[in-house]
């Protein structure tokens, strides 16, 4: 099968954009995703690197999650996949709103508590749903997020500009006294991938929602295990838990059952010990250390990815989740919006393709809200092994030539 997409291509990187439904321009090709959670723009994934040496590696792949792939299902996304929402159930969020303790989030939706069983209402990057339609609704009229709801429409989106390396795409909606304008560009540059994120409020009313990117990570292939590895902007020493896992008294299996994870000063670092198996899944909720802007580097497959968003702000975290599979590593570093009536935000992730060199890795900054540039401490607790290495080849290098010397009867000076 064949999904409607555009590829950007700079030669050292390429990614693959699926398009929105409305945005085919063969009608023999399907949409790659079509349902009711994820925002529909933001499809990215499928890159493919080539390093210095001509190697290739596949990232973000689309053959490792919710196989088969059934473009409505909303889970069923790829990549980048982002939702405005907090990836639970409930068209509102009344209590434990996130590290700000906040109340009346919306879960990406508007409209939705008027609207009565049947009628319309606004899921923001989707577009208009029918209320009460979805598998698991139940006459309690509850949202959600995970079932797939019929739609009243089918979603328009409008392509503002394309060209070999950028993309650009627009979604424009109003119900009743709701209405946003979302706005994505994609751009590539050299190994550098960035994704720009604009929302504006048209409605009459404010609202805030949660906006995070999933980040389905696999490489090559590999299911999620040895060689896997991810460091998240959050402070680790003298922090004890730093995360929580509700989850494990009903479905979720603890992370350190398949990891280890390592608490150092300013970021911490989880590495897979043992390989998942098709059924566990690992959801953990970060604990906030107030200094976290929400970056995180991966690693596998001989590659890097170093993911930062710097408009959006410490105090606009609303949590730091980690979700994780056989199929996929996902920090998902979720962010608080509030839009007045005619009020736009923007920003963008931008994540940086490099080699992992498990020597002299490439410094990565914990922090990136102008505290400083800092070694990781995978580098400091090296190097005294490497001052060890060096001084062994000094000497070396010194006692050679005078054994040398002395074989062949020379006399130093």
Not at 97 to 121: H, M, R
Not at 300 to 319: D, F, K, V
Request: glycine content about 8%; aromatic content about 12%.
């Amino acid at each position: 099968m064949h999904y409607a997409n555009l590829t950007l291509d700079t030669g050292e990187l390429s990614v693959v954009v699926y398009l929105p439904e409305s945005l085919r321009t063969d009608l023999k090709d399907t949409s790659f995703y079509a349902g009711s959670r994820f925002d529909h723009s933001s499809m990215i994934g499928s890159v493919k690197r080539t390093t210095p040496d001509g190697r290739h590696h596949t990232l973000f792949e689309t053959d490792m999650w919710r196989i088969p792939h059934n473009e409505h299902w909303p889970e069923s996304g790829v990549g980048l996949a982002a939702e405005f929402g907090v990836g639970d159930n409930g068209a509102f969020c009344f209590f434990h709103c996130g590290w700000q303790q906040g109340s009346d989030i919306t879960n990406g939706v508007l409209g939705y508590t008027e609207a009565k069983l049947g009628e319309p209402f606004l899921k923001i990057g989707v577009g208009i749903l029918l209320k009460g339609t979805c598998p698991e609704c139940d006459s309690a009229g509850d949202y959600k997020f995970n079932s797939p709801y019929l739609f009243a429409e089918e979603p328009q989106w409008k392509m503002e500009a394309a060209g070999p390396t950028s993309v650009k795409m627009k979604q424009e909606i109003r119900l009743r006294q709701y209405g946003y304008k979302l706005v994505k560009e994609i751009s590539l540059t050299g190994s550098t991938l960035a994704v720009t994120t604009s929302l504006t409020n048209l409605g009459q009313d404010a609202f805030s929602t949660v906006w995070y990117s999933h980040n389905f990570f696999t490489c090559d292939g590999d299911a999620v295990g040895p060689g896997y590895a991810l460091e998240m902007d959050l402070a680790g020493e003298n922090r004890d838990p730093v995360y929580e896992e509700p989850g494990t008294w009903s479905w979720s299996t603890p992370l350190r059952t398949y990891a280890r994870v390592i608490k150092k000063v300013r970021s911490i670092r989880i590495e897979w010990q043992d390989a998942i198996p098709p059924g566990p899944r690992i959801k953990s909720e970060f604990l906030n250390d107030g200094k976290t802007t929400g970056a995180f580097r991966l690693e596998a497959c001989g590659t890097t990815i170093e993911s930062t968003l710097h408009e959006l702000q410490n105090n606009e975290m609303y949590a730091y989740n980690l979700y994780v599979e056989r199929g996929t590593l996902s920090p998902e570093p979720q962010f608080l919006l509030h839009l007045a009536p005619g009020e736009t935000r923007t920003w963008t992730q931008r994540l940086v393709f490099g080699d992992l060199n498990a020597i002299l890795a490439t410094t990565w900054v914990a922090s990136l809200s102008g505290v400083g540039t800092s070694l990781p401490m995978s580098f400091l607790q090296i190097l005294p092994l490497l001052l060890v290495v060096v001084s062994f080849s000094m000497a070396v290098a010194f006692t050679r030539p005078w054994n040398n010397m002395r074989r062949r009867g020379y006399q130093s000076v």
